[in-house]
């Protein structure tokens, strides 16, 4: 079954630093990703997606993220950010035509003035 | 447009009381419904989710249960609260795009449920 990994549970930045945000996954085929995000006491919002394609995927509010298929990973990145951007952000994995998701177990990020 | 909704947005119950939450989705037709929890500083854990009416499948086994009486509605229910029945419920939808198999999930703004 595909699972993923979100090493960090707690990142904190200074605003107007860059950010990059781990995630793994573990699967055979090419799956999905996926990032979300969190802010409190809200539900998630979809951030952006990779399907198929250009590896380099560019979503809202800045983001970006890069599927490296050698090292299994989906990483999100964003060059400045902003205090607006403190939240939780949850990478998943899903799989063609099954749109049963798997969620990695977050991450909090903290922005310093 | 497809809209999911969701509430109440907030709850306090005493342990031992019922609990129904709602969840309906707008704009879309036989999408794939889920119930997730969130305890406090942890990650998504699916509860329960659904293919179809009446069909209900249970991710862990607890004192919950979910019941889909309309292909857009999904309830969560409880005969008996407990406190660590506490968290923050999310509800979410997804449908497969035809031809591309491409989706994603489409989250509802949460119940925040304080169970005293």
């Known amino acids: 079954a595909q699972s993923v990994t979100q090493p960090d549970i707690h990142i904190t930045v200074s605003e107007g630093a860059s950010l990059e945000l781990r995630c793994n996954y573990s699967y055979g085929a090419t799956p999905y990703l996926f990032w979300y995000v969190q802010s409190p006491g809200q539900g998630l919002q979809l951030l952006l997606k990779?399907?198929?394609?250009?590896?380099l995927v560019q979503g809202i509010k800045g983001f970006e993220a890069e599927f490296k298929r050698s090292q299994s990973s989906f990483n999100l990145r964003k060059p400045s950010v902003h205090w607006s951007d403190a939240a939780e952000y949850f990478c998943?994995?899903?799989?063609?035509?099954?749109?049963?998701?798997?969620f990695g177990a977050g991450t909090r990020l903290t922005v310093k003035p | 447009s497809q809209t999911i909704h969701q509430w109440p947005a907030t709850l306090v119950q005493p342990v031992g009381s019922p609990l129904s939450l709602e969840c309906t989705v707008e704009?879309?037709?036989?999408?794939?419904l889920y119930w997730y929890r969130q305890a406090a500083g942890r990650g998504l854990q699916l509860l329960f989710y659904?293919?179809?009416?009446?069909?209900i499948s249970s991710e862990v086994p607890q004192n919950l249960s979910a019941s889909r009486p309309q292909d857009r509605q999904f309830i969560l229910s409880s005969k008996k609260l407990l406190l660590s029945d506490s968290g923050f419920y999310l509800c979410?939808?997804?449908?497969?795009?035809?031809?591309?198999?491409?989706?994603?999930?489409?989250f509802g703004s949460g119940t925040r449920l304080t169970v005293v």
């Open positions: 990779y399907f198929s394609g250009d590896t």
């Open positions: 998943a994995v899903g799989l063609y035509n099954n749109n049963d998701m798997r």
């Open positions: 704009g879309t037709s036989n999408p794939n």
């Open positions: 979410a939808w997804s449908v497969l795009a035809t031809g591309t198999g491409s989706y994603g999930y489409t």
């Open positions: 659904s293919v179809g009416i009446g069909q």
